[in-house]
């Protein structure tokens, strides 16, 4: 629907939605089970009943081949002349033929190295970030004594970091890309997305081993809390560059990549969760978040490598789609 000179900045607001929803919900839902209880769940409802309303009334279709398809289909039986009508891209092939081999496209494209091991990059961050907020509770109730409520409060540190990045910072990225097509000659190229990456690669690790060791030595809680702005400037910086990677790399096939990277990303982030509370009982907050920093620190040189020579590994390891 963009153009690739303003997709990045575009997409930075897209991704505010899956970023604030981990981080609002918390901040509402300590205030409404603090005042309604269980009465929450009708709360979701009519949020969810109203969405999907306005889902129905306003989204409309806008992928290219199913327009056309539409339009071939009206004009043939306006002039009751089947098969009259082609367009680029048609494809007459069977839905159950054409489904199976969709249903594969994510699978294929994931084991491409480089979108394996970006995915992976995001997998860490969405177990980390829900490590981290299944564990804002106990953390700040049990050493700190805040609320319920309170503790919601505290999740704007992560959510003032999303805003500022793609206020400030993700603008650039489609600044950097524009410059660096610009001296290529006005050819682009998806290595071009990546520079501002790094800025993730420093802030994340960083703002781990912050947050891990002021919440072990119980500074004060601001201290803590201001690790979480830097973490979620560094989230969305390799969220967005990472997914207009994608994008580039894929253009028809953009979809099937996006979806690769978060299903794998969705079942880790709901997975380690799960095992994070015993691994922060045996090594506390300290060692036990660092585990997660010094992950990341290991895939940090990701985004530089692939700058450099992602070119040549795409070219190497093309995939049939």
Known sequence: M??????????????????????????FGGVIVQRLGWRIFWVLTIIC?????????????????????WRKQKLEKDEHAPNKYRFEGEDDRPLRTKLIHSLGRPPRILLQPI??????????????????????????????????????????GPGLGFLFAVWFLVPRIDTVYNRLTKNNGGKSKPEFRLPLANIGSVLIPGSLFWFAWTVEYHAHWLASIAATFFYGVGQVMILNTTQNYYIDSFEQYAASAIA????????????VPLIAPLMFEKLGYGWGISVFAFISVAIAPAPLVFFYYGGKIRERFSVEL
């Open 2 to 27: 963009f153009e690739p000179k303003e997709r990045a900045s575009i997409f930075g607001w897209y991704l505010l939605g899956p970023l604030l929803g981990p981080t609002l919900g918390p901040l």
């Open 260 to 271: 690769a990277g978060a299903l794998f990303r969705s079942l880790f982030g709901g997975a």
């Open 115 to 156: 979108v394996l091991i970006m995915s992976t990059y995001q997998a860490l961050i969405f177990g980390t970030t829900y490590s981290i907020y299944t564990n804002m509770q106990p953390i700040y109730q049990d050493d700190y004594g805040f609320s319920t409520e309170q503790v919601g409060l505290l999740y704007l």
């Open 49 to 69: 009943a109203v969405n999907t309303a306005a889902g129905f009334f306003f989204l409309h279709e806008t992928y290219t081949p199913v327009l056309l398809q």
